[in-house]
Structures are given as structure tokens and as C-alpha cells.
């Protein structure tokens, strides 16, 4: 019989399915699928997914395949299937076969996902063998990337693979009908992972005096207003009552926590609501399986210690990830702070000796398991901007979700990411793996840790680059590192510059036609002239490099990265840059906000032009005009004067405005356009005298950027807009910039699965890579 047949009526069809289809019930619901459509045949793991071979009547294959397209398992996705008709091969039932390691696919893995409505009923059913047991999980919910050792998914090669299931667990994971059939990290009290709670010095603390489980005992260890270190999904987390002050204050003194707000857990969204006034999107992200830390506004009379929020307006605020979180939140029952559980600039420690270690002079009491952590996998924060959700910290329950898919001739290779806020990228067979965030890579022990994780995720996907992408700046911590993996792997070196990179990351999230403007603004990035990039405009069309086509009119950094923490720095440098714009209010504030002999040092500085790099950097403007409004001192944490001057902008968003948005004076300067801020700065030094409010000089100063852009873009002849960088985490400036876009009819891409800030960086240097490859 030639296989030339009407496919309709093919008696036996074999599909190869790409994505999101392992750990997520997909063979078990293929399996019921098949049988009740009469079909012989098997279902299997691969390492790119899942192969289904079925066949029984003409017909009754495409029938089933239909039915199975129409009704996926809740967390399945399909990105791809190769469909292949052909001969049956006489089998005599359906069965779920064991997986196959054929080689050369792309492993698609799934993130670390909540504890679903059934398996937390289970929980608290005083009936249920489950009854409080802190790892109960099921196909729908549980740990997935966490405890990944290689693919493809299956419990022999997952930290679960050291408990042998018990009888009863085993029927469950064999039974067809039974929620938990092929869930692979399954286990019971009597067979699975236990908690224990230890003191600082690794002694157990008993049970009893009344407490009968250990939850209730760090309830009580916390209500104390001790600190708590929790093993959770992803690795230690440190944990104080909300409401202390001096828990909350002694944690950051201990953690050597800069003025960065600390994120808490509420039990449900109920207590969520107390809190903060939340959107209809936001509370569907409280509530979603990836369970991340929302950055929602706080309510009127927010009930919290005030070291928890320091100077936001927001509080990010979560529900429990983790079955552990959920029996523990059942007791506290109140607002928990939640935090990283590692030191300042070092990585998330995720073994119980080296959170004893690390962390024991921290914590007071420890809550651990024996489920080993495969890999540090944080806590993700997203924030929704404009409606729409957008990642600040992108780790569990998303990574490590493929990011971008392209085409599968393209080279396979590894990113390395920027320095801060590091996250790594692999593209193997054109799909894009983002790691989860990596943090910062400015200690030795976070740079050891941070190579150990690009190899253990490499060996994971199988995956050995061609081409490894890395930060241009030659002195940034990826660039010797990829040089030494390149030489391991015998692969190409290609720096990206890292605005290029922003903009790019923008554009393939978001498949933006080209041409488009890119729009890069951000603290600090290294240029391709050596001087420090921030605020940068390109052109990106089709093919090529991004052109850089305008920047902020360069001015110094005294000190340079000193002029990061003190906005005074900056403010100092404009003032001294006006030239003939000069005025005398801007000097007035100044005498105000900095000693005479500091300034003259400084002045001494940029007339020599002493450790004084060049910057156009819009993060630093930022700085300097939050200063010239009234924000004193350092800057507590990163960006902490921008949010200042955007939560000021806020405050005044119903006030009438005095005069318009400050204007911009733009000029041609050796072939780029150059934006000159400094009549923006005589305007604002004319409000400063005048007595015009900070909040409406922080608003005029949002709506001139917005006018910029669109002007800029209007020079161009470009209607489409891409963002990058850390300066559109300002949800101020974002509403401003989607309302003039709606206005004036241009498409605005914002960066939304991938973090604006240095987070995406990694996944622009892939982009970067495959237009020069296409090129
Ligand atoms: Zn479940
Ligand atoms: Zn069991």
C-alpha cells in the first residue's frame, strides 16, 4: 500500500511535539486520549519534547489528534510538531514508553510551579495521608527546574531520584486516573522528603512543648522576632515578622542590605488586598503558578514595619510558592518578610552546610529539608505597568520557559549577559533558553558560582556553543570569562556593545517589524568609543547593527562610580557644563546640598579632567535633577533617587500644572543628533526660584522625556518604538510614553517576558549574534 493515502484516513500518523510538554501530565493525557479513541501505539519523553506514534482505523489517528490539540493539559504549550504519516506497526496496546535520549534535540524544561488548589486541599484534609506534608506536588504543580539534573524529565535524573517511593505512592504514580501518574518528583511522609529545624551551630531542635509541627515552631521562633533561614524551592530564603521593626532592622543590618525594599508573603490575596490596592492583572500574577513577587501600590494604611518599604511607594508583595510556605503561612498568618538568603553580593546558598555556613550568624533558627537544590533559583518580581505585566527579576516559575525562537540553522551559542542583574542565554537549534536571574558578578565567590551554573545549564541542554557572546566592555567580568570557555569549547568570541543589546532584546521578544526606533536609557553601559553610554537612540532595521543615531549631550561623572552613589556628584558636573545657560539657582541649591570644599575638589576634578569618565547616560541625569528637587545624600540603593523623582511625579499627576514640559534642544553633532539638556536645566532652576513644587518639576521633567522621544521618532520618519534599559522600570514615565503612542499612532514594543534592565541583556547578545549571522 503506498503511503500516498489521504491523511484524513491514514491508519497511523507518528508526531514529534516541540515545548512545554514534560512534567505537566502530557503522556498520561495522550495515554487516555489514545485508549478511548481505540489506538495502539506509545507516548514518550524525548529530550525536545514528546513523541506520540498511534494507530487502529483510517481516520481514528487524525481524530485524535484533533481532540488532543483541542483540549491540552492545562500547562502545556506546543511550539512545533513534525507530523509524519506512517505504516503501522502492528502494537498491540498504547503504552507509555521509557524516554528516549536520542541526542541532538532542544530540551524544554519547565519552571518550578506553586502548589495547586487540589494539592493544597489535600493538605488540609486531616484525612488525607498528606495531611501537612510540606512536599506534596502533583503533574499540575511542584518542583520542576529546581531539581533538573539532566533531561529528559524523569525522577532517575532529579534530586528526587535518592527516595524510593513507597507502595502507595507507587500505585499513584502508576494509575492512569490518578492525578499524580508519571509525577516525577511524587512522595509521601513515609517516603519522601522531611523537614527539620535546626539551630544555628546544626543541632535539632525537638519537637513538642506544644508544637507539633515545625511550622508552628518557627512561627513562634519568629513571632519572637528572631530571624529565620527557610530552605525553600530555589534555595535559602531569610525570613522576619513584617511588623517588627527591630526584626526587620536587625535582618538588614545582618544581611548588609543597602536601602533596597524587602518583599513580603501574605497568606492569601485577601490579606494581599490589606495591603496594597491591587489591579485585576495584578492579582492574577499573586495568584498564578509562578507565584511571583508583584510590585503592587500600597494601600492608605499599609501595616508594616517601616524598614520593609524604606522610600517606595510600592510593596512587593507574594503568596506561598511552595507547600512549605503555605503550612507555615497557615500559622503566622500575617504579613512575613521574605528575602534572599545570601550575603550581600554573594550567591543564594542552596546546600543546609553552606546556609549554616553563610548564613548562621544571620539566622537564629533554620527550617530545612533533604530534597537536594539542584540550582539557586530566586524568587521573580514583576511589576504591571500600562496593564501589562512586565518582569523586574525573571527566575522561578519562568525560567527557564524558552524566551525566542528563530531559526534552527542558526549557530548554536552562549550568552553571557552584563555584570549586573546577570542572566545567561543559551540558543540551541534556534530556541532561546534564558537562565534565571543570576545576580551580580562583583565578588569572586559570586563569579566561581556563576561559572559553575553557565556549565551545569549547558550540560543540562546538552548544548556546546559555536559562538559565545559576551559584554563589550573589555574590563567587565564576562569578557575574560567567555574568553576562557571559548578556548574550552573551541568557540568564537563576539562582543555586543551593551545598548545594542537592550534594544535588540526588545525587538525579538516582541517580533517588532523593522525599521523601529530603539530607545536605550540606563545607568551606566560600556560605548563603542570608551566613553559610558545611557542614553541612546537607535535605528534597527532588517539586517545589520543597530545605528546609533542620537545621545544625550555627554557631561562628566566626577569620580565615576562615586557619582552613582551621590547624585550631588552629578548635579555638580551639569551645573558647571551650562556654559551660557548658566544660572545661579542651580549654584544656590548646590551651596545647599554639598560642602564648599567638596565641590571645589570636584570642580578641581573636571577641570583636569581627574577620573571624570564622559557619560550620556540617562540614569545620571535622573540623579541629578531628583537632587536639584530635594533628594539629599546617597543614594541608598541603585536607582534610588529615580524612584524618588517618579513617585514625586506621581503625587502631583492630579495637580494643575504651572508653564509646559521643559524643552529639549536638539543639534547635529559629528553625524549624530545630539540632545542638549541643558535649556531642560535653566527651566527647571527658573521653577526652583519661582517655588513651583518638586512634584510638578518631577512631572514636567517625565513629560519632556516623553516629548523627546516622540520627537526623535518623529525626525526619523518612525512610527515603531522599542525600550531597553533600567530608566523603563518607571511606571511614570511608561503610562506617559504608551499615551502618547496611542495618540499619535505609533506602536510601542516595552520589554515585558524579559526584564528591561541588565536581565535581558543576555538575550539582546543573541539577537545581536543571529543578525550578524544572517548578515
Ligand atoms: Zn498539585
Ligand atoms: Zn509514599
Redesign the pocket.
Known amino acids: 500500500m503506498a503511503i500516498t493515502t489521504i491523511e484524513q484516513a491514514a491508519a497511523a500518523l507518528k508526531f514529534e511535539i516541540a515545548g512545554m510538554v514534560q512534567g505537566v501530565g502530557f503522556r498520561p493525557h495522550v495515554y487516555r486520549l489514545a485508549v478511548r479513541h481505540g489506538l495502539k501505539g506509545f507516548v514518550r519523553n524525548t529530550e525536545s519534547g514528546v513523541e506520540i506514534h498511534v494507530e487502529g482505523e483510517p481516520g481514528a489517528p487524525e481524530r485524535f489528534w484533533t481532540a488532543l490539540m483541542d483540549g491540552l493539559p492545562e500547562h502545556a504549550r506546543v511550539y512545533g510538531v513534525e507530523r509524519t504519516v506512517c505504516e503501522p506497526a502492528g502494537f498491540e496496546e498504547f503504552r507509555i514508553e521509557e524516554s528516549d535520549s536520542t541526542p541532538g534535540g532542544v530540551p524544554v524544561m519547565l519552571p518550578d510551579l506553586a502548589p495547586c488548589p487540589e494539592c493544597l486541599e489535600e493538605m488540609h484534609d486531616p484525612s488525607s495521608r498528606r495531611y501537612h506534608y510540606p512536599f506534596t506536588n502533583c503533574t499540575h504543580c511542584g518542583p520542576r527546574y529546581s531539581i533538573i539534573e539532566t533531561m529528559p524529565y524523569d525522577r532517575a535524573r532529579t534530586s528526587m531520584k535518592g527516595f524510593r517511593?513507597?507502595p502507595?505512592?507507587r500505585r499513584e504514580y502508576q494509575d492512569v486516573e490518578d492525578r499524580r501518574f508519571h509525577a516525577q518528583p511524587?512522595?509521601?511522609p513515609?517516603?519522601?522528603p522531611s523537614v527539620k529545624v535546626l539551630f544555628s551551630d546544626g543541632s535539632e531542635l525537638g519537637f513538642g512543648h506544644g508544637f507539633d509541627t515545625p511550622a508552628a515552631q518557627v512561627a513562634w521562633v519568629l513571632a519572637d522576632g528572631l530571624i529565620v533561614a527557610l530552605l525553600g524551592v530555589g534555595g535559602f530564603q531569610l525570613l522576619a515578622d513584617a511588623s517588627s521593626e527591630a526584626a526587620v532592622r536587625r535582618l538588614r543590618r545582618l544581611k548588609e542590605r543597602d536601602a533596597k525594599p524587602f518583599a513580603v508573603m501574605v497568606p492569601d490575596v485577601a490579606a494581599a488586598e490589606r495591603l496594597c490596592r491591587l489591579s485585576e492583572e495584578e492579582r492574577r500574577l499573586l495568584t498564578s503558578p509562578a507565584a511571583p513577587i508583584v510590585l503592587a501600590r500600597g494601600g492608605k494604611d499599609v501595616d508594616l514595619a517601616p524598614s520593609v518599604c524604606m522610600f517606595s511607594r510600592f510593596v512587593g508583595i507574594m503568596l506561598p510558592s511552595s507547600p512549605l510556605h503555605a503550612l507555615l503561612m497557615d500559622v503566622w498568618g500575617k504579613p512575613l518578610v521574605v528575602t534572599s538568603g545570601n550575603l550581600s553580593g554573594e550567591p543564594l546558598c542552596v546546600s543546609v552546610e553552606e546556609g549554616l555556613e553563610k548564613l548562621g550568624h544571620v539566622a537564629d533558627v533554620f527550617l530545612v529539608h533533604d530534597r537536594p537544590v539542584v540550582r539557586p533559583v530566586d524568587d521573580s518580581v514583576v511589576r504591571v505597568t500600562d496593564g501589562r505585566a512586565m518582569m523586574v527579576r525573571r527566575a522561578r516559575g519562568y525560567a527557564p520557559r524558552p524566551v525566542w525562537r528563530t531559526s534552527a540553522a542558526a549557530p548554536d551559542m552562549l550568552a553571557l549577559g552584563a555584570g549586573l542583574k546577570n542572566t545567561i542565554c543559551w540558543l540551541k537549534r534556534g530556541v532561546a533558553v534564558m537562565s534565571q536571574h543570576l545576580g551580580d558578578l562583583s565578588s569572586a565567590a559570586s563569579l566561581n558560582a556563576f561559572e559553575r551554573t553557565v556549565e551545569a545549564l549547558g550540560r543540562t541542554l546538552d548544548a556546546v556553543p559555536q559562538v559565545i557572546a559576551v559584554d563589550a566592555h573589555p574590563d567587565g567580568p564576562t569578557f575574560a570569562l567567555g574568553r576562557r570557555l571559548a578556548r574550552k569549547w573551541n568557540a568564537t568570541v563576539v562582543p555586543v556593545q551593551h545598548h545594542q543589546a537592550h534594544v535588540l532584546a526588545c525587538a525579538v521578544e516582541n517580533e517588532t517589524p523593522f525599521p523601529a526606533l530603539g530607545i536605550a536609557w540606563d545607568g551606566t553601559g560600556f560605548g563603542t568609543d570608551g566613553t559610558v553610554w545611557g542614553g541612546e537612540f537607535f535605528v534597527l532595521e532588517e539586517e545589520g547593527e543597530p545605528r546609533r543615531v542620537a545621545r544625550l549631550r555627554p557631561f562628566l561623572l566626577p569620580g565615576g562610580d562615586e557619582a552613582v552613589r551621590e547624585p550631588s556628584r552629578c548635579a555638580c558636573s551639569l551645573a558647571r557644563q551650562m556654559g551660557p545657560w548658566r544660572t545661579y539657582g542651580l549654584d544656590k541649591r548646590l551651596e545647599r546640598g554639598m560642602p564648599v570644599r567638596k565641590r571645589e575638589v570636584l570642580e578641581a576634578m573636571m577641570a583636569r579632567n581627574i577620573h571624570c569618565p564622559s557619560s550620556s547616560s540617562m540614569g545620571r541625569l535622573f540623579d541629578a535633577v531628583a537632587f536639584w528637587c530635594g533628594f539629599d545624600g546617597a543614594a541608598g540603593c541603585e536607582g534610588h533617587a529615580a524612584m524618588m523623582l517618579e513617585s514625586w511625579a506621581a503625587e502631583a499627576s492630579g495637580e494643575k500644572m504651572p508653564g509646559d514640559a521643559y524643552e529639549w534642544v536638539m543639534h547635529e553633532e559629528g553625524g549624530l543628533l545630539e540632545l542638549d539638556w541643558r535649556p531642560l536645566m535653566k527651566s527647571v532652576d527658573e521653577d526652583l526660584l519661582e517655588g513651583v513644587s518638586r512634584g510638578c518639576i518631577a512631572r514636567k521633567f517625565h513629560e519632556s522625556l516623553v516629548n523627546l522621544v516622540f520627537d526623535v521618532a518623529e525626525r526619523f520618519c518612525l512610527d515603531r518604538l522599542v525600550l531597553g534599559g533600567g530608566c523603563f522600570q518607571n511606571a511614570f514615565l511608561l503610562e506617559g510614553l504608551a499615551g502618547m503612542a496611542q495618540s499619535r499612532r505609533c506602536q510601542l514594543s516595552l520589554p515585558q517576558r524579559v526584564p528591561c534592565n541588565d536581565g535581558g541583556i543576555s538575550l539582546g547578545q543573541v539577537a545581536a549574534v543571529v543578525r550578524q549571522w544572517k548578515g
Request: charged share 10%; aromatic share 0%.
Open positions: 517511593m513507597c502507595e505512592c511524587i512522595g509521601c513515609s517516603c519522601g
